[in-house]
């Protein structure tokens, strides 16, 4: 199950809009033979990716999935049909599909003869590759994570403006992987304005990697000419608004939106109560002064603060990476 979890972690942002699922062949031995990873829409999912690497030594084996196999028809046949057409014996997947549409396969598996095992790691799955979809599920938006690259005492640039670099290449390298697994990337113009990123997805020598985000830019002056954003990539998406929710509409079918704005939009997207993650870079160092990570207008006293809860501390060179999820 770690090894298709893995695989799912490979097609997040590629599968989009459907869940990012990994998937694991084993022989009747119960050696791994193939291993796949749901394709771009209208391409194969994990299972079929995953037998086709098998081959004929799937039959009798074991599939293990990341979510329960589909058991319709949509663009492509159902994972129930290729799993029973390659003779696998056993099926051992982590999450149910909630979809009502997609679902059962686990009946239909079980019906046939199968030895259907579910439940098989299932807070890992959900909480890893398949979290975006998951949460899409249940709300209808994107699952939203804010991020900020900070100080100790919480600035993000300095008196005079200045904010590269704040934290140090390791963690830098730690945010473009993660950009090139997600859908899209929110930032205010202001921004645009001070820092002129790029807000690509790249490598540490500077190229680009394979899967780039939809960059949309929120803010009622738009993005102007001559900014990097311009030169590099698809055009950004303006939303000639300050309202987040637009920014989200703006991401259409997306499942996993980033919150790279600067303090007036990570504000707003916190205040509108859908940050659903905080993802804070914290470099060892001391401004002082320079400007607040987050401006919210809405706080007032202690008791209107925002609260998370933390999930996991990550050491990146001499930085720490903070995670933190939504309390309910």
């Known amino acids: 199950m770690d090894l298709a979890m893995a695989q799912g972690l490979a097609a997040c942002g590629v ?3 459907n869940p ?8 009747a031995h119960g050696v791994v033979v193939g291993a796949g990873h749901t394709q771009p829409v209208g391409g194969p999912h994990a299972e079929v990716m995953a037998l086709r690497q098998a081959g004929a030594a799937a039959a009798g084996g074991t599939a293990v999935v990341t979510l329960e196999p589909c058991d319709h028809v949509g663009r492509t046949g159902p994972c129930t049909r290729a ?9 051992v997947y ?5 979809d009502p549409f997609a679902g059962g396969g686990a009946g239909t598996l079980r019906a046939s003869g199968v030895d259907v095992v579910a439940g098989q790691s299932t807070g890992a799955a959900s909480d890893g590759a398949l979290a975006g979809w998951l949460h899409r599920r249940r709300t209808g938006r994107p699952r939203v994570t804010v991020k900020i690259a900070a100080t100790v005492d919480g600035r993000v640039a300095a008196p005079d403006g200045t904010s590269r670099w704040i934290t140090g290449p390791v963690s830098r390298e730690q945010v473009h992987a993660d950009r090139a697994r997600l859908d899209a990337i929110v930032v205010g113009t202001g921004t645009v304005l001070a820092d002129d990123p790029e807000l690509t997805a790249r490598y540490s020598d500077g190229s680009p ?5 939809r960059r949309i830019v929120l803010g009622h002056s738009g993005v102007p000419a001559g900014v990097r954003m311009r030169s590099s990539g698809e055009p950004p998406v303006e939303v000639r608004s300050h309202d987040p929710l637009d920014a989200l509409a703006a991401a259409g079918d997306a499942l996993d939106v980033l919150v790279e704005g600067g303090p007036t939009v990570l504000g707003a997207f916190l205040a509108a109560g859908i940050v659903d993650r905080v993802q804070v870079y914290l470099a060892p160092m001391v401004l002082g002064a320079g400007r607040s990570a987050v401006d919210d207008v809405t706080v007032a006293t202690l008791t209107d603060a925002r609260r998370f809860r ?16 939504a309390t309910p």
């Not at 799993?83 to 099926?91: P, Y």
């Not at 982590?94 to 909630?98: G, K, L, Q």
């Open 15 to 17: 599968s989009t809009p």
């Open 83 to 91: 799993l029973l057409a390659a003779g696998i014996a056993r099926v």
């Open 20 to 27: 990012p699922v990994g998937a694991v062949v084993l022989d």
């Open 94 to 98: 982590a999450v149910d599909d909630p």
């Open 209 to 213: 990697r394979h899967r780039q985000p």
């Open 310 to 325: 933390r999930v996991a501390v990550t050491e990146l060179g001499d930085d720490i990476l903070l995670t933190l999820v």
